[in-house]
């Protein structure tokens, strides 16, 4: 069975993340087969951060399920007058059936969760992007025919978006490097998490700060902004920091011959990534933002038929 949350992708077993793969590939396969499975629910969404493919992609999902979604921003809530989280977890566990947040502190997550009678799913938040996480690797497993031992290449910063591979990779098995300047690492404590996972299913994780050295070699070629939301004030001097790191064709040529270049997105086109690469036939960005939708869809599948 399921875990109440998803909080982060190690809640869920190895086994889990398989059987969700599949679930996601015949629920792509056959939308009217799952189209009434969770009729009648209603999902909560909190967005203290604003949002594209988040936002779309959550509600179009439970509405696909046969649900409905109810959106609040934060100014629509007490929690906006002083409401502490856990009575306000309480409160909304009374009318809803499911809550999804999109903040900046882990811990408003984690403190909904701990209160909240309902399933509660990570949407994003600075420690971690459970629902990104899995949408990356279910589009690699798409894309590639095993994840087991895939030559993964992640450069940037050592957000929230590089700790959820990292968790991700421990339970697929795939070789995960990361390369991102001096100081700008993962938080060990993700490394530290992911490590039992990894050794059942043979992941493996190297940090470098070459960004040449990292993508030898590499199928699979993944960055994100340099500058997340909330870090606007930094953005000058990470530019400086991370322009060595910016994917363009005279990097991929030093990775494998049929590369496939991902993003979360949004892009900063130009800065961590150019036109050419964005735009060209072996990148998958927008598959891999249209499976935000399917991934997700099979979230809330087992969240709220368990």
Not at 226 to 248: C, H, I, P, T
Not at 283 to 289: N, P, W
């Amino acid at each position: 069975m399921w875990p109440k949350d998803l909080l982060a992708i190690s809640d869920l077993s190895i086994e889990q993340v398989e059987e969700l793969f599949a679930l996601v590939k015949d629920m792509k396969a056959d939308r009217k087969k799952y189209e009434t499975s969770c009729k009648g629910k209603i999902l909560g969404m909190l967005f203290r951060k604003p949002s594209t493919r988040t936002r779309v992609s959550f509600e179009t999902a439970i509405y696909q399920l046969g649900g409905t979604g109810m959106l609040f921003r934060p100014d629509e809530l007490q929690l906006g007058r002083g409401e502490s989280v856990a009575d306000t977890a309480r409160v909304l566990s009374r009318y809803i059936d499911a809550m999804m947040i999109r903040t900046f502190s882990h811990d408003e997550v984690v403190e909904f969760g701990k209160h909240a009678s309902i399933p509660t799913v990570n949407g994003l938040t600075d420690y971690l992007h459970p629902c990104q996480g899995l949408t990356d690797y279910f589009t690699m497993y798409e894309k590639v025919e095993s994840l087991r031992g895939l030559k993964v290449t992640y450069l940037g910063d050592g957000n929230n978006v590089a700790h959820s591979l990292i968790l991700g990779a421990a339970k697929t098995g795939v070789h995960l490097t990361l390369a991102t300047p001096l100081g700008f690492e993962p938080d060990p404590a993700v490394m530290e998490l992911a490590k039992s996972d990894a050794e059942k299913t043979g992941a493996r994780f190297e940090i470098k700060s070459n960004p040449v050295e990292a993508v030898k070699g590499a199928r699979v070629i993944y960055t994100d902004v340099w500058a997340s939301m909330g870090q606007e004030g930094e953005a000058d001097e990470r530019e400086k920091l991370f322009k060595a790191y910016q994917v363009n064709l005279d990097l991929l040529k030093h990775a494998a011959e049929n590369w496939i270049f991902m993003h979360c997105l949004p892009a900063h086109r130009g800065h961590e990534v150019v036109n050419e690469v964005c735009d060209h036939e072996q990148s998958v960005i927008f598959d891999e933002a249209e499976n935000r939708l399917h991934v997700q869809k099979g979230i809330l599948y087992n969240l709220l038929n368990r």
